[in-house]
């Protein structure tokens, strides 16, 4: 059930529950399962209902569901077999014994026959256990203090204990509402309309059930005011229809569209959204007609009046298709914890980072800032003469500098080239990073946006230069329509525009604004996404990706220049804003209504320059205030608490948070940066600050590569900027126009001569010496070298973890010196096979199994701290500091085969079982939460895709399954294609991993290398060896899902290039292996650097671990192919999307 249906559900619960409609009430919370009402129970169990009580749980859990739930049962059972022993009526003891406690005894046999025992005793008090048990309300006091507990830590009922707050009545307020907009969207609409039925859409025509009726002669008492939510009009002749009020002074046009339009069904989403019929309608006016009596009515969330039109427009189609959405409600009487419209969290002020760790001096006025979302230690600064900087706060390190400079001026317009020439300067208005970090923009105070890729360090990579607006370009922003990366630009032109993130192009131009932009915010509801805008006139629009104009368009509070941005988590709108006369207001807006929710108090009456905030942890708000750093809870009006951040800051400090909220950001007076933290900030600056800085964990600028594959055709190796780009199809140059619509983009990238192109002829690179490439045996001083089974790179780059068929761990951990300032993993210097001072192995129990039979399995923690390791006996949890087993758990049989972190919450792990079964735990309560069925064999791959909400599944039967990770459903499930001809093996491995894309899965079979687009699976690209290598042994994509590495049976290695599946560089075995023709070794597992793109290491058969990088002369494991035409003998090319960071796949 979608959440929206679910919001519906609630609404039902409210209003039955209104209407006394109590027995139904309660058979709907049980039937549905989303709201256990704990008064209910507690009378239940107070009154001894114990079939009822039993019933009501039935809904939300089962007996054997988990150990709370196990244990719940067990004390209300238990409770009626003492009662009825108490009341001396044994026939019934024995009943609830042999009906109800029996089920206990397959758990705890003991037990059981200790309670079969009170049976012979006069009064079971005589049980020394049992002598305290007082009379049956005492006894079920106690027991129900328990069930509560119980109940509370059960994970089964989490979410489901409170029930959602809102206004009295909401169901009558959406249907009123929703007769209103209908009244609205009549031809003719009529005073004192009669409404006689909710079944058909209301209409003042003369022949419909729900028309006008004549004037009422008498005077409605409502007829003069607006109605409170708590006096909801009935529903009937002179309910939702009353003539409108003049609007009140302060009142908001909420989320104002076109009004007259024909009314189609009708579906609200948060912001509103209703489709529009008629493009020519929306040209009309955003005044409502004057004949119209829509009622005017205010909320309980805010003072201001709120006037309905029509609202936000989508397709007819998508509207069939869409739920009501409706805003989540609670019991009115229920007690005052359940009607709190937000959930209390555990944070307090001393949560926030107030304490002054650093001052980093910038030399120039601060104007914009903003954290790394992934390296939360880097900090991107724009400055007033047009600077760019970044900084690794833990050790105070500026790691790169950029001045202003404008990257190719002869693509510019004239008047801008003038303008240059005459003034070569520039303010930064805004400085941001794309969601995984691999990108930045820059907003500059003349027409100009540059973005730049970054590849860690001081590694700046100039992308793309665009001459977005005219004059200033006030604010910039990253969004992802239709997954597709796009850069959102404002101005002074008074324009909003989107980009292609990747090429340039320009994809949409909205006007509508009668001022300068001053801000934008992207941000997606549901599977809506939308821009809000906001201009130096206070007004505020928002857009949907079309050509349709603005669906929204109502005033900021003080007509100020404002700045809006959503919690963390996306569910709260706030903005802050300062007007021409010095006033700011920062506001809490009730998104469905377009009203102002809550107005917070405390900032100053007369700003100087705009105040600029911030929001963290879903739960606080920030703001630069009259030369102050000020906080609110954002549930409290009143401001929490305050810091001077020990003076020097400006009236009007620039601030912000880094991701987690440890950290805060301030700019002061002198042209430096405060950094502040609380206790988890100055922990995370410590750590960090005792280790160097390693570049790799900077997301690496992957994105732009695989989308200019599917502009320009072949594939280009080298990293690609705006403006060489090696080995592409030529084309035209583009023509650049002055941002209007005569052209396609507004960038040019330069393209290689054609002659150039054409006079290179491809031939595969072959590598079968040593001194081709550089190789690396890592050092081992184990005296019984077993083959490696797995094989990973930490997540850092620092290190590599092997696992041994002996069910034995293996570290190798790189030095930090001259050669390797990084520390980072490389063939060119030698790692320590590194053990903690206790001397102690990691080793994986194996129980009674023989480890050269098991089936190997490890899984490592996003921070490198523990790995999660099996080799046929149970799962071992290790410390990768210490070497410590923090725990072990699972016991077999059956055995754990695969193992995999769920992206999203390290306490969830997906274990493949060796009887085809996938187990979903739950580390931190210690249950399997469900089991998944679908293959008929062992579980030999699983891999998560964080885009689909996915997990995808192979197996030893060549099969593969897609799951959905919300509910852990099914979808679908195919098995591999395998040759005509070809015998497989009966457990022949198959592997999966994800595209950086998330969407584009590899499989990875002894027969075949196979790329699917996920969830469907269908139409595969499949490449398959040849027969001189012999079967495949392992793949895996590499870091950047460029390349993919693959080890054959031969000992040699095949690296091919992802987007076309064509052989480009093959290593053979001499080139890494010393000559010896009695020993047949060869790579059985092979992993990818996590941030090194042509960086592979190789397990062996022998028990080596072999480090492979193409010479540094070369940089690349050989050339791309040519794209094949007119249907060449291989497979079609694929084209993945953007790239975006993902967990490795276990090797």
Not at 390 to 405: D, G, M, P, Y
Request: hydrophobic share 35%.
């Amino acid at each position: 059930m979608s959440s929206l249906s679910r919001e519906l559900v609630f609404l039902i619960l409210q209003f039955l529950d209104e209407e006394k409609f109590k027995e139904t009430v309660h058979r709907l919370e049980q039937e549905s399962g989303f709201f256990f009402n704990m008064r209910y129970f507690e009378e239940m169990v107070t009154n001894g209902e114990w079939d009822e009580v039993e019933k009501y749980l039935s809904g939300f859990t089962k007996v054997d569901d988990n150990r709370y739930s196990m244990k719940i049962f067990f004390e209300i059972r238990k409770q009626k077999y003492l009662e009825a022993l108490d009341k001396k009526d044994r026939s019934k003891g024995v009943e609830i014994l042999v009906k109800d406690l029996k089920v206990f005894s397959a758990f705890n046999e003991d037990l059981f026959k200790e309670i079969t025992q009170l049976l012979t005793l006069d009064n079971f008090r005589d049980n020394e256990q049992l002598s305290k048990y007082g009379d049956t309300k005492s006894a079920r006091t106690i027991m129900l203090g328990e069930l509560k507990k119980l109940i509370e830590a059960n994970p089964l009922f989490r979410d489901k204990l409170n029930f959602p707050g809102l206004k009295n009545s909401r169901l009558r307020t959406l249907i009123n509402q929703s007769l209103n907009w209908q009244h609205q969207l009549c031809k003719n609409p009529k005073p004192n309309p009669d409404i006689k039925t909710l079944f058909v859409d209301h209409s003042c025509g003369q022949s419909q059930p729900n028309g006008a009726r004549a004037p009422s002669p008498v005077t409605n008492p409502l007829m003069g005011s607006v109605p409170k939510p708590a006096g909801f009009p009935p529903l009937g002749a002179h309910g939702p229809f009353q003539p409108a009020p003049a609007p009140m002074p302060s009142s908001l046009a909420g989320w104002m569209a076109n009004p007259a339009v024909p009314h189609p069904s009708v579906s609200t989403v948060p912001i509103g959204f209703t489709p529009p019929n008629n493009a020519a309608m929306l040209k009309r006016p955003r005044t409502p007609p004057t004949n119209n009596p829509a009622v005017d009515y205010q909320t309980a969330d805010s003072e201001h009046s709120l006037k309905r039109t029509r609202t936000f427009g989508i397709s007819d189609e998508q509207v069939n298709h869409m739920p009501v959405n409706m805003l989540p409600v609670g019991y009115m009487g229920q007690s005052q914890s359940l009607s709190q419209s937000h959930g209390q969290s555990s944070y307090s002020s001393d949560d926030l980072p107030k304490t002054v760790v650093m001052t980093l001096n910038q030399g120039s006025v601060v104007k914009s800032m903003e954290f790394h979302p992934i390296q939360q230690v880097l900090l991107l600064v724009g400055t007033s003469n047009g600077d760019i900087m970044i900084w690794e706060v833990a050790s105070r390190e500026k790691l790169a500098h950029k001045n202003f400079k404008i990257w190719d001026i002869s693509v510019l317009t004239m008047p801008l080239q003038a303008s240059l020439t005459n003034d070569n300067t520039a303010i930064i208005n805004r400085v941001t990073w794309s969601p995984d970090g691999s990108l930045f923009g820059v907003a500059f105070s003349k027409h100009i946006v540059q973005i730049y890729s970054y590849h860690g360090a001081d590694d700046l990579r100039n992308h793309l230069e665009i001459e977005a607006h005219g004059g200033s370009v006030n604010d910039l922003a990253f969004s992802h329509p239709n997954k597709q990366l796009c850069i959102v630009t404002c101005g002074e032109d008074r324009l909003i525009k989107v980009w292609d993130a990747v090429t340039g192009a320009k994809q949409f131009t909205f006007e509508g604004h009668e001022a300068p932009v001053y801000s934008i915010c992207p941000h997606v509801k549901e599977t809506i996404q939308f821009i809000f805008s906001t201009s130096t006139d206070g007004k505020i629009k928002a857009w949907l990706y079309d050509n349709m104009g603005s669906r929204v368009d109502y005033d900021a509070p003080g007509h100020s220049s404002t700045a809006m941005a959503y919690s963390a988590d996306g569910t709260r709108l706030f903005s802050c804003g300062t007007s021409k006369d010095g006033d700011s207001y920062i506001v809490e807006w009730n998104e469905s209504e377009g009203a102002v929710k809550r107005t917070y108090i405390g900032l100053g009456k007369r700003s100087v320059e705009v105040v600029r905030f911030d929001t963290t942890k879903n739960r606080f708000l920030a703001a630069g205030d009259e030369f102050m750093v000020k906080f609110w809870d954002m549930d409290n009006v009143n401001l929490l608490t305050t810091t001077d951040a020990d003076g020097g800051l400006p009236a009007s400090p620039c601030i912000r948070f880094n991701k987690e909220g440890v950290l805060l950001a301030v700019s002061t007076n002198e042209n430096g940066i405060k950094i502040l933290a609380n206790q988890d900030g100055l922990r995370l600056l410590r750590t960090m600050e005792s280790r160097p800085f390693d570049p790799s964990r900077v997301t690496s600028a992957s994105i732009v590569k695989p989308q200019m594959m599917t502009m320009f055709g072949a594939a280009a190796n080298s990293p690609v900027g705006p403006s060489i780009m090696d080995r592409v199809t030529p084309m035209p140059p583009m023509v650049v126009m002055n941002g209007d619509n005569r052209g396609p983009i507004d960038v040019k990238p330069r393209i290689v001569d054609e002659a150039v192109e054409k006079s290179r002829i491809w031939k595969l690179t072959e590598i079968t010496e040593p001194s081709q490439c550089r190789s690396l045996r890592l050092p081992d001083s184990t005296s019984s070298p077993m083959r490696v089974s797995r094989l990973i790179y930490t997540n850092s780059g620092l290190a590599i973890l092997a696992l041994a068929a002996n069910a034995v761990h293996k570290l190798w951990k790189w030095p930090r010196n001259d050669r390797s300032s990084t520390g980072k993993a490389t063939a060119n210097v030698i790692p320590q096979l590194w053990q903690p001072a206790s001397g102690i192995l990691m080793t994986n129990d194996i129980s009674d199994t023989n480890p050269e039979d098991a089936v190997p399995c490890f899984a490592l923690s996003k921070n490198d701290s523990y790995v999660m390791s099996a080799s046929g006996g149970k799962i071992s949890l290790f410390n990768m500091m210490t070497f410590k087993t923090m725990t072990t758990f699972m016991s077999p049989p059956p055995a754990a085969t695969f193992l995999a972190f769920h992206p999203q919450d390290n306490n969830i792990i997906a274990i493949g079982m060796e009887d085809s079964s996938i187990h979903i735990y739950n580390v931190r309560v210690d249950e399997v939460k469900t089991k998944l069925k679908g293959h008929h064999k062992r579980i030999t791959g699983l891999a998560f895709s964080n885009v689909l909400n996915v997990l995808v599944s192979s197996g030893a039967d060549s099969q593969l399954c897609v799951w959905n990770t919300n509910g852990w459903e099914k979808q679908t499930s195919k098995p591999l294609q395998i040759p005509a001809g070809r015998v497989v093996g009966p457990l022949a491995d198959t592997r999966v991993q994800f595209h950086q894309d998330q969407t584009h899965l590899l499989a990875v079979h002894e027969t075949q290398i196979a790329v699917y687009e996920a969830p469907k699976l269908e139409s595969p690209k499949q490449w398959f060896p040849p027969e001189s290598s012999g079967l495949i042994t392992h793949a895996t994509y590499s870091c950047d899902s460029q390349s993919i590495f693959v080890g054959f049976e031969d000992a040699s290695v095949g690296i091919l290039t992802s987007s076309t599946l064509r052989l480009r560089c093959r290593i053979t075995s001499n080139a890494y292996l010393p000559s010896n023709p009695n020993l047949r070794v060869h790579p059985l597992v092979i992993a990818a650097h996590p941030s090194e793109p042509d960086q592979l290491a190789l397990g062996l058969s022998d028990g080596g671990v072999c480090v492979l990088e193409p010479l540094e002369s070369e940089g690349k494991w050989g050339t791309s192919p040519p794209s094949l035409e007119n249907g060449g003998a291989g497979p079609s090319s694929t084209t993945p999307g953007a790239a975006s960071t993902t967990d490795q796949a276990e090797r």
